[in-house]
């Protein structure tokens, strides 16, 4: 096969889907290198068979109206639905709406600082001394949960909100693609041809060597040439891993990328899909309680118990099926981390049956099956995604940064606005794409 093209692309995520797409369109020869056997990286959909819906075991949700997302979905005819704006939170005496959440964690972000001394979220969280002790674990449990952070690293001007405009509705709403994450792969894919831009899978990369003009990428299915790179994979797998060594060697290593590179970290998140014979959420006292209560406000859609091993969950309103998913993120991820597949599940039991008032054998006895994914333990992501820690607020820009014209780094961690999420992988890899382009 042919071994040398104008650009390689490194993985075959989102972003890189998304930079092939516009190199290929503008009539580049690329190669796209991907060391799994399937497309789409940390967007990973699953269909089983008796499951009334695609198993999202990575990306789910559309945070906001996002262009890049509606534009692909609406050409490929995708199903998008718009899930209830709807957060309960687990109290000892039982359920309460916290219809606000998002307003008063974007309150929270608001007050960090953008310049000074950078501190972590836990220094910052401890400075405030007259925010209540409420408000400070819903700020954390965000932190840690949505955003897969650990607080005493994660960097407050990086997650600063300061002088930003105010969240509109539109930026609030969430979304979901029911009929399958994939399918924006799936669409992006459908764009290359497979002459101008092949996929090569199983074709992990373990070196780059490169200099200005030319880059020679060695994989497990031998060596391709290019005038330019365009690296997407995740951070972690540029960070030493467990023996020390990166997942790909850069040769030679640019020094300023590989100084962003350290002040990032993969936030850890362990996530279980459930599916029971019944929506049972939907009969218990707790919840029936706060519908006599707040009738507007007590859809089961997403739930919070900051404090349980498992602390968010979401169900898949405003599909009424019987599926729902448990969350852990940042410290409470590592906790679940080591367990196998079977006690994450019994563990995803007892959280369930604490929440809502119920024993953990009479939920087994209505449990069909559940699915889980260690990213962490998964060699091409280590990690779920990134977030800067102390120090590194700059770093996405300056991983964005055009490397002597030659090597580009791509991936939802080199987009500021949007990281780690599928619209900023996608705004990436076309940043990175226009930047060879330009
Ligand atoms: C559990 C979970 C839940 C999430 N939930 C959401 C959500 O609800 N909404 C949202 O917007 N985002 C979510 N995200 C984040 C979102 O999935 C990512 O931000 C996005 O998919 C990243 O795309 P990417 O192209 O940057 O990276 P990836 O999708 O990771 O693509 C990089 C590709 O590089 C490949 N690769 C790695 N190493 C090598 C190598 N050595 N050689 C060749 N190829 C290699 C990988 O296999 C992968 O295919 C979630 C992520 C996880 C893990």
């Known amino acids: 096969m042919k071994r040398s093209f104008d650009v390689l692309v490194v993985g075959a995520g989102a972003a890189g889907l998304a930079a092939a797409e516009r190199l290929s369109r503008a009539g580049l020869s690329v190669v796209v290198l991907e060391a799994r056997s399937r497309a789409g990286g940390r967007i990973f959909t699953r269909r089983v068979r008796g499951w009334p819906l695609p198993i999202e075991l990575g990306a789910e949700f559309v945070h906001g109206r996002s262009d890049e997302v509606f534009k692909i979905a609406r050409e490929a005819g995708l199903l998008i639905d718009r899930l209830p704006d709807s957060y309960l939170q687990r109290t000892t005496s039982g359920f309460r709406s916290q219809h606000d959440l998002r307003t008063r964690f974007d309150a929270v972000t608001r007050e960090m600082r953008t310049n000074g001394r950078d501190r972590s979220i836990a220094e910052f969280l401890r400075s405030r001394r007259r925010m209540s002790p409420a408000e400070k674990r819903l700020a954390g449990g965000m932190m840690e949960g949505y955003h897969a952070a650990v607080l ?14 105010p969240l509109s509705p539109e930026d609030r709403m969430q979304f979901r693609v029911v009929s399958g994450y994939d399918g924006i792969i799936d669409r992006l894919r459908s764009h290359l041809d497979p002459k101008r831009c092949p996929i090569l899978f199983s074709a992990a990369v373990e070196r780059i060597r490169w200099r200005r003009g030319s880059v020679e990428a060695a994989t497990a299915r031998g060596n391709f040439r290019a005038r330019h790179a365009i ?27 590989r100084r962003a590179l350290e002040s990032m970290e993969m936030g850890q998140v362990v996530r279980v899909v459930v599916l029971f014979r019944r929506s049972f959420w939907e009969e218990t006292e707790a919840v029936e309680r706060l519908r006599a209560r707040e009738p507007e406000n007590s859809e089961v859609a997403f739930v919070h118990a900051w404090d349980a091993p ?30 196998s597949k079977e006690q994450i599940i019994d563990q995803a039991l007892e959280t369930l049956g604490s929440l809502f008032d119920l024993p953990a054998p009479r939920l087994r006895r209505l449990l069909v099956a559940g699915h889980v994914h260690d990213w962490s333990a998964d060699p091409w992501a280590r990690g779920a995604y990134s977030y800067e820690t102390v120090g590194g607020a700059s770093a996405p820009d300056v991983l964005a940064r055009p490397v002597a014209g030659t090597l580009y780094f791509a991936g939802e961690a080199t987009d500021r606005r949007q990281s780690g999420t599928v619209p900023g992988a996608i705004a990436s890899g076309h940043r990175a794409a226009r930047q060879i382009l330009d």
């Open 152 to 165: 005493e690293r994660a960097s407050e001007h990086a997650f600063s909100t300061r002088g930003e405009p």
């Open 231 to 257: 690296v997407t994979v995740p951070v972690g797998v540029l960070q030493p891993g467990p023996g020390g060594k990166p997942g790909i060697e850069l040769d030679p290593d640019p020094p300023d990328q």
């Open 310 to 339: 498992f602390p968010t969950w979401w169900t898949a309103a405003p599909a009424q099926v019987p599926m729902i998913t448990g969350w852990a993120g940042g410290p409470a991820a590592t906790t679940l981390q080591h367990l």
